[in-house]
């Protein structure tokens, strides 16, 4: 997405490398951005448990597409995390389309099922009050703040699942959309109308952004730009000619 980046590998989970891109450093900034400069010593926490908790959701995202396609006899190269997005990187094999939809599908309903687990987890926090059941807050951290942090990253789950599946490539929603209606139409129609709903869909993104969040605003340019460069390519029967 950013192009070459550096990254650091950190270690292997069920023999796929995991490696770490240098835009991941844009994730801490963002939240420290957040925190105001007389108030750094109390807004630590959210700098921590935000980074930390954009790290596993995007790796629990990456690794939805990595066990599926494992599981579907399909090779993976790699997983790389970093600023505000990831990759599972395939190895490419002839494999069916409905075994790819699910391999997509994977990666956003891993986040949808860590918001389940997440948002049930603070319910029970929540009413276990503030005492945990007996037990002592984990880092000395007061159980109405451990709850705020764990809804935090259940809709942060929530949202990844919602946008992933928003169906504009190259999001996870674009792309099984494009495979579905390969099944009825020519892929050159298929790859028009999943481009024109992506440029929709990008443009929405960015004159939300300019509300919400400029990365939404920069992400939005991004789907635009790529399906711009999609129409533009010609039929490979054209292209041969």
């Not at 650091?8 to 900034?29: E, H, K, Q, S, Y």
């Amino acid at each position: 997405m950013f192009g070459n980046s550096p990254t650091l590998t950190l270690g292997r989970l069920n023999g796929i490398p995991v490696r770490l891109d240098a835009t991941f450093l844009f994730v801490p900034l963002f939240f420290l951005s957040m925190v105001s400069i007389n108030r750094l010593d109390e807004g630590w926490p959210v700098v921590l448990v935000g980074t930390a908790g954009i790290f596993f959701s995007i790796l629990a995202h990456e690794l939805g597409h990595a066990f599926a396609a494992k599981h579907y006899q399909v090779g993976v190269r790699e997983i790389v995390v970093g600023g505000f997005f990831g990759y599972a990187h395939l190895k490419r094999q002839a494999v069916p389309r409905k075994m790819v939809i699910r391999i997509l599908a994977a990666g956003p309903f891993a986040n949808l099922a860590i918001f389940f687990a997440l948002w049930t987890t603070a319910a029970l926090w929540s009413s276990q009050g503030s005492g945990l059941g007996g037990a002592a807050p984990p880092f000395g951290v007061p159980v109405p703040s451990m709850v705020e942090t764990a809804r935090t990253l259940a809709y942060i789950n929530l949202a990844m699942f919602v946008f992933n599946m928003v169906p504009a490539f190259p999001l996870d929603g674009g792309k099984i959309l494009g495979l579905l209606l390969n099944r009825v139409i020519s892929e050159r129609k298929s790859l028009q109308i999943v481009s024109v709903l992506s440029i929709a869909a990008g443009t929405l993104m960015v004159l939300l952004g300019f509300g919400l969040s400029l990365f939404l605003s920069f992400i939005g340019v991004l789907v635009v730009a790529t399906n711009l460069r999609r129409l533009r390519r010609r039929p490979a029967s054209q292209q041969r000619s």
